[in-house]
């Protein structure tokens, strides 16, 4: 069964600063999705990465994904308030399933 | 374009009803799928549902149950509600389905059984 573990869980960082939140899984997999969710609201997707080696970036944001290692990390680059959310990495299973991680809650502090 | 739209958007029913959710994808998407979030379980999928079709559920009792009409709304229906089913229910529509192709996430329907 396809399982996947996102750390930290929690996540506070000073504004300007880098970091970084990693997505594991334990089976195959060549699908991954980044979503942010904003406290009391729905989920909006970030990236979509489809293939091994596969990098994208958005603003302060960059996602990559290495499926030899089953791995996908997000990177946080010179944070803001604004990015203060909860952050979750999902995989998918099969063609027609998607299993996510518990989300990582970033608070960025001035 | 106009986004995915989830009705009701709050719901308060009492253990051992039933209820019904809807969901209205985007123009266009033929797929529909359906997430449980809650704070002990996260998020978890309950199923897909294309072209009318469910293609895939998730490790849900035969409780929770859905349908997708000939214009790809869906509708989630859970009999003899417990009150483990309070939960935030999101749908997602995307063109082709969740293998590949991005999802658009409705704003959810929060349910409180009592």
């Known amino acids: 069964e396809l399982k996947v573990e996102q750390n930290p869980l929690f996540l506070s960082m000073q504004e300007g600063k880098n970091y970084t939140i990693y997505c594991n899984y334990s089976t195959t997999s060549d699908r991954l999705y980044w979503y942010r969710q904003d406290p009391g609201k729905s989920l909006e997707s970030l990236f979509v990465l489809l293939s091994n080696g596969a990098v994208k970036q958005e603003g302060r944001l960059m996602a990559s994904l290495d499926t030899k290692a089953r791995l996908s990390t997000l990177h946080i680059t010179a944070a803001v308030h604004d990015l203060s959310a909860t952050y979750f990495c999902a995989v998918g299973a099969g063609n027609n399933d998607m299993r996510f991680g518990a989300g990582t809650r970033l608070t960025v502090k001035p | 374009k106009a986004g995915v739209t989830q009705t009701p958007r709050y719901l308060i029913k009492t253990r051992g009803q039933q209820v019904t959710l809807s969901c209205s994808p985007i123009?266009?998407?033929?797929?529909v799928s359906w997430y449980q979030q809650t704070p002990g379980q996260g998020l978890q999928f309950l199923f897909e549902?294309?072209?009318?079709?469910?293609?895939n559920k998730g490790n849900f009792p035969g409780r929770f149950s859905g349908r997708q009409f000939s214009n790809s709304r869906s509708e989630m229906n859970v009999s003899t509600l417990e009150l483990g089913d309070s939960a935030l229910y999101l749908c997602?529509?995307?063109?082709?389905?969740?293998?590949?192709?991005?999802?658009?996430f409705g704003p959810g329907t929060r349910l409180t059984v009592t």
């Open positions: 123009s266009g998407h033929r797929s």
């Open positions: 997602a529509s995307s063109l082709e389905g969740i293998g590949g192709y991005e999802q658009y």
């Open positions: 549902y294309f072209s009318e079709t469910q293609r």
